[in-house]
T-cell receptor, first 111, second 119 residues
Framework: TQLLEQSPQFLSIQEGENLTVYCNSS?????LQWYRQEPGEGPVLLVT?????EVKKLKRLTFQFGDARKDSSLHITAAQPGDTGLYLC???????????FGKGTKLTVNP | GAVVSQHPSWVICKSGTSVKIECRSL??????MFWYRQFPKQSLMLMAT?????????EQGVEKDKFLINHASLTLSTLTVTSAHPEDSSFYIC???????????????FGPGTRLTVL
C-alpha cells in the first residue's frame, strides 16, 4: 500500500502551459515536502509545508497543503523546458523524522 | 548553505567485493543521516536511519549485515555494501538533517547520489 499517492505519474506538455501535480493520502502528516530530482542527481528541496491550508509560492510554482493536512498540490504556471524533471512529494508523520516518498511525477516540458 | 556531498559519485565493482560510500554534511552538523536507494524510474526507498554515535536503524527487509552503516561524526556517515552482487546495483542517496533546534533541523538535505554498478 502506497502511503502517498502522486498523480499523474507522467506528464508531457508544451512550453507555456499550466499544470498541477497532486499528492494524496488518507493519513494526516506533520509536514510535507516537495522535491525536484534530475537524472543522476539527488532530490533538491523546493518547499516544506506544515500548516493546514498553507499556500507557498516559489516564482512560477505554487504549493498548497490541504486543510486537513492529508494532501498537497503543486501548480506550475507557464511551464518552461527547464522545469523538466521528476517531482516528488514526501511527508513525515507524528514525531518521526522519516520521510515517506510518493512515486513521483515525471514532467517533460517540450519547447 | 546545507550542502551534502557523497563520494564516490559512481563506482563499478566486481561481484563479491565490498564498496564504501561516504556521505558528508559540508556546512552544518547532522544529528541524523538517512540512506536511500533508488531503482531506475522509481522513487526513493529508505534503507536505514543513522544517528551519530549509535547503531543504525534499518527498515524492514534491509539486511544490516549486508549494508553496514557507520555514523562516526556529526558530519560523516558511511554505507558499506558488503559482498556486492549485481542485484545491489542501484542509485544510493544519503540525506542529512541538522541538530535539533537549529536552522537545519526537521528538514532532510540530500546528497547527489552514488551510482553503484556490480558486474
Amino acid at each position: 500500500t502506497q502511503l502517498l499517492e502522486q498523480s499523474p505519474q507522467f506528464l508531457s506538455i508544451q512550453e507555456g502551459e499550466n499544470l498541477t501535480v497532486y499528492c494524496n493520502s488518507s493519513s494526516v502528516f506533520s509536514s510535507l515536502q516537495w522535491y525536484r530530482q534530475e537524472p543522476g542527481e539527488g532530490p533538491v528541496l523546493l518547499v516544506t509545508v506544515v500548516t493546514g491550508g498553507e499556500v507557498k509560492k516559489l516564482k512560477r510554482l505554487t504549493f498548497q497543503f490541504g486543510d486537513a493536512r492529508k494532501d498537497s498540490s503543486l501548480h506550475i504556471t507557464a511551464a518552461q523546458p527547464g522545469d523538466t524533471g521528476l517531482y516528488l512529494c514526501a511527508a513525515t508523520q507524528g514525531g518521526s523524522e522519516k520521510l515517506v516518498f510518493g512515486k513521483g511525477t515525471k514532467l517533460t516540458v517540450n519547447p | 548553505g546545507a550542502v551534502v556531498s557523497q563520494h564516490p559519485s559512481w563506482v563499478i565493482c566486481k561481484s563479491g567485493t565490498s564498496v564504501k560510500i561516504e556521505c558528508r554534511s559540508l556546512d552544518f552538523q547532522a544529528t541524523t543521516m538517512f540512506w536511500y536507494r533508488q531503482f531506475p524510474k522509481q522513487s526513493l526507498m529508505l534503507m536505514a536511519t543513522s544517528n551519530e554515535g549509535s547503531k543504525a536503524t534499518y527498515e524492514q527487509g534491509v539486511e544490516k549485515d549486508k549494508f553496514l552503516i557507520n555514523h562516526a561524526s556529526l558530519t560523516l556517515s558511511t554505507l558499506t555494501v558488503t559482498s556486492a552482487h549485481p542485484e545491489d546495483s542501484s542509485f544510493y542517496i544519503c540525506s542529512a538533517s541538522g541538530l535539533a533546534g537549529g536552522p537545519r533541523a526537521d528538514t532532510q538535505y540530500f546528497g547527489p547520489g552514488t551510482r553503484l554498478t556490480v558486474l
